[in-house]
């Protein structure tokens, strides 16, 4: 399915199922590492974002995307709202650069390094980059959405043996290691939702 012909109110109902579905789940993975608001966090951000659907997806994709990204940096809060709400801002931007002829994965490669930017983070630092970096790269190279969507997966449980070097589970040195990233999980669970609709 092309990208612009994606029925992005139906996408938007699923990834807020799929938050609400797994809130508790991320709540209790933020609890062992951070304070355990991030299911909360999440599922306001794709409440606010699935109450906006219509008016989101009369816009053409890549200010539909701008749009996305401002309602999650006003929505989600803490840490993690900054860096998805720059995450869908800049991939908006950088479609509407390209001026629809756009490349997907060149763009969401440089709304990657944006997030990286804001977090001053990057890869092994045991956050949601650690999915995004090869989600990206599974993306550049033309891989079927279900093995991007395993991908996903993959990287989110590798975030378990991480130290974390940023956000709040970073306080906890050593002992943030044996316990999943709850930002790489909920963007894991973000990506497999989206791949899952393209599968179909
Ligand atoms: P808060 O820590 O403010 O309560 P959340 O719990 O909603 O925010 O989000 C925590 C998640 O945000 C972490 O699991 C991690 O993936 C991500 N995160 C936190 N700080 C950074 C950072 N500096 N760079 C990249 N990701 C980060
Ligand atoms: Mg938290
Ligand atoms: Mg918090």
């Known amino acids: 399915m092309p990208l612009d012909a994606c029925d992005l109110s139906q996408l938007i109902?699923?990834?807020?199922?799929?938050?609400?579905r797994h809130c508790e789940h991320l709540g209790r993975l933020d609890s062992a590492i951070g304070d355990g608001d991030h299911?909360?966090?999440?599922?306001?951000?794709?409440?606010?974002?699935?109450?906006?659907?219509a008016d989101i997806a009369s816009l053409p994709l890549p200010a539909a995307l701008e749009r996305i990204g401002l309602v999650l940096v006003m929505t989600i809060g803490g840490a993690a709202g900054p860096l998805y709400g720059t995450l869908?801002?800049?991939?908006?931007?950088?479609?509407?650069?390209?001026?629809?002829?756009?490349?997907?994965?060149?763009?969401?490669?440089?709304a990657?390094?944006?997030?990286?930017?804001?977090?001053?983070s990057g890869p092994g630092d045991k956050t949601l980059l650690?999915?995004?970096?090869?989600?990206?790269?599974e993306i550049a190279?033309?891989?079927?959405?279900?093995?991007?969507?395993?991908?996903?997966?993959?990287?989110?449980?590798?975030?378990?043996?991480m130290l974390a070097r940023r956000g709040r589970a970073s306080y906890l040195g050593a002992r943030s290691v044996g316990h999943e990233d709850p930002g790489a999980s909920s963007c894991a669970l973000l990506a497999m939702t989206i791949c899952q609709y393209f599968q179909e």
């Open 39 to 53: 299911g909360a966090n999440m599922k306001r951000g794709l409440e606010a974002v699935y109450r906006e659907r």
């Open 88 to 110: 869908l801002m800049e991939l908006g931007r950088g479609l509407a650069d390209e001026g629809g002829r756009a490349d997907f994965a060149a763009s969401l490669a440089r």
């Open 141 to 161: 190279r033309h891989a079927a959405p279900d093995r991007i969507a395993a991908c996903a997966r993959t990287a989110a449980q590798a975030t378990e043996m």
């Open 130 to 137: 650690d999915v995004l970096y090869p989600v990206q790269a």
């Open 13 to 20: 109902s699923l990834c807020r199922a799929q938050i609400e």
């Open 112 to 120: 990657i390094a944006a997030v990286a930017r804001r977090g001053r």
